[in-house]
């Protein structure tokens, strides 16, 4: 009867610990196998979803949108929905678009982007005229704090090694005050933050931002006086997408919708967690009245 | 004197006049802070010598001392200097040495998008696996504290997906109406959740960090704070 006791106990407390393989297993399923089913979900956009795509939406065609590429491939699964997403809107909704990277690994994604979604997908937009790869720059938020009031003291060509002078959408732009909207994607250093506190507080320039899920609560301070909107992880790019996908439904039904794609697997991603963790609980609950019981009885 | 007081003055100098720039936006003040900017970054520069010198020097001692996984030292230095050596002579690049670094075709962009890139993705895509076990042993209900994690840590799971509609939907479908509504109020409580407390958090530590970095800049400009002179610099 004793030895029962004491084995119970001890398969309780080898429970309350498994081994993490069997976890990563679990895991690895619940992201793969909704993956391989391609299945999506419709997604209602939080408020600070909202406000960007509003944004965006609402500049009139023509208007100036600069995206800044952050990031590296590091979080590029999670931070490219949304930067394809919101250049999907900013062509549809006819904006001129600047690109440019304040991270030496952002300035392939730039091409990459560029290669993958502009050019297949919007043949009328001219290069020069209705967008430009500025590339990158070295000098993090040093780079920002100079171009918010000289954007040519640091661009003197374009990615492409041409004179920023012959560029007919660069005539009109002095410096980053003469953009009307920044999105900064990514949610390290630097980033949305610097792109906040050293272009968009002092040049007045209105900045969304778009970063990983694990950034975006550091984030949440400056919205909504200082960040007219934040896309926070896969989450965000989905609800985006979605919400792309409700108003413009010709345009965008044929248009890949990765985030939706993710969400599902982050979806049943997080039941497993879920999952282990009230399992651990129950188990955890069950070890500690088998003590205490043991306890009383001595 | 050459050790401590020329760079405590240094100091004093350029932060007293930043700090007076950023305040006087005119002449002679009102580029200075852009300037110091490309400064910083002239000066940056040699950091990156730097940093691929003490990388070496780390690497090539540890391989030549046979220190443990020092195999893995060997593909580190193999690396280095593999992409060194492709950016620096732009090795099959279509436009030759005079061509951009990252043109499609040559060898450094090549190992970037067939290496770097999945290597990268590889690595933060593990985090998943060791935040499901991290999650799974550390989250007990083993006091009020814990608990109250624990719930706000599940409602935050729940809410960023779209399972609580699903749920919700399922729910209502069977009749049974006050779990619809339960549930179809997960994302609305996700929401406050980052709203309020998660802000009131964040701009806690915020404004402490801003108010830490302006004693330590004050104590930098005042020569306060000398431990970024080195060891004997008392």
Redesign the interface.
């Known amino acids: 009867m004793a030895n029962d006791e004491k084995n119970n106990r001890g398969l309780l407390d080898r429970l309350q610990?498994?081994d993490?393989r069997y976890?990563?297993i679990?895991?690895?399923l619940a992201?793969i196998i909704p993956l391989l089913l391609g299945l999506r979900?419709?997604?209602?956009p939080?408020?600070i979803v909202l406000a960007l795509y509003d944004k965006v939406d609402n500049m009139p065609p023509g208007s100036r949108l600069l995206m800044s590429f952050d990031y590296?491939?590091?979080?590029?699964?999670e931070i490219q929905p949304m930067v394809d997403v919101i250049l999907r809107h900013a062509c549809l909704r006819g904006l001129k678009v600047y690109l440019m990277a304040v991270w030496a690994t952002g300035?392939?994604l730039t091409?990459q982007t560029v290669e993958d979604v502009l050019i297949p997908e919007f043949p009328d937009y001219e290069y020069g005229i209705d967008y430009i790869n500025l590339g990158y720059k070295?000098?993090n938020?040093?780079?920002i704090?100079?171009i918010v009031?000289?954007m040519k003291?640091m661009y003197s060509t374009d990615?492409?090694?041409t004179d920023i002078e012959q560029v007919p959408m660069m005539k009109q732009v002095e410096s980053l005050k003469d953009m009307d909207l920044i999105v900064s994607f990514g949610g390290g250093f630097p980033g949305i933050k610097e792109w906040i506190l050293f272009a968009g507080d002092p040049g007045a320039i209105p900045i969304g931002g778009a970063c990983t899920?694990v950034s975006?609560?550091?984030l949440?301070?400056y919205y909504p006086n200082q960040m007219v909107g934040l896309l926070g992880?896969i989450?965000g790019a989905?609800e985006y997408e979605s919400h792309v996908l409700d108003r413009y439904p010709d345009s965008f039904k044929t248009k890949p919708t990765p985030g939706m794609n993710m969400?599902?697997a982050?979806?049943v991603?997080?039941?497993?967690?879920?999952l282990?963790?009230v399992?651990?609980?129950v188990m955890?609950?069950m070890y500690r009245g088998k003590e205490r019981k043991l306890a009383m009885e001595k | 004197m050459w050790r401590r007081t020329v760079p405590i003055m240094i100091t004093f100098i350029v932060g007293t006049v930043l700090v007076v720039a950023e305040f006087i936006p005119h002449k002679p003040f009102g580029n200075l802070g852009e300037d110091f900017s490309l400064y910083f970054d002239i000066i940056a520069v040699f950091a990156f010598i730097l940093g691929g010198g003490n990388l070496c020097r780390v690497h090539f001692s540890k391989v030549y001392r046979k220190k443990t996984d020092w195999q893995f030292s060997i593909v580190t230095l193999l690396g280095f200097f593999v992409m060194l050596a492709a950016g620096l002579f732009k090795i099959g690049n279509p436009e030759g040495i005079q061509g951009d670094v990252t043109a499609a075709g040559s060898l450094f962009a090549d190992l970037y998008d067939s290496m770097f890139t999945p290597l990268q993705g590889t690595m933060y895509a593990l985090l998943a696996f060791f935040v499901a076990s991290a999650s799974y042993r550390a989250f007990r209900a083993k006091n009020i504290d814990a608990s109250i994690l624990l719930i706000a840590a599940f409602v935050i799971l729940l809410g960023r997906t779209p399972a609580p509609s699903l749920i919700a939907d399922f729910f209502a479908g069977a009749g049974i109406t006050f779990m619809a509504t339960a549930f179809n109020f997960v994302p609305t409580l996700t929401d406050w959740i980052m709203d309020v407390p998660n802000l009131a958090g964040q701009r806690a530590i915020l404004i402490g960090i801003a108010l830490g970095v302006i004693s330590m800049a004050l104590r930098l400009i005042l020569g306060v704070e000398r431990t970024y002179l080195g060891s004997d610099s008392k």
């Open positions: 610990f498994i993490r976890i990563f679990f895991i690895a992201v979900f419709e997604e209602k939080s408020p590296g491939p590091t979080t590029a699964p300035q392939s091409v070295a000098g938020q040093g780079l704090r100079v009031d000289d003291r990615a492409n090694g899920a975006a609560p550091q949440y301070p992880g989450k989905a969400m599902v982050q979806m991603a997080h039941i497993v967690i879920m282990f963790i399992f651990g609980n955890y609950f």
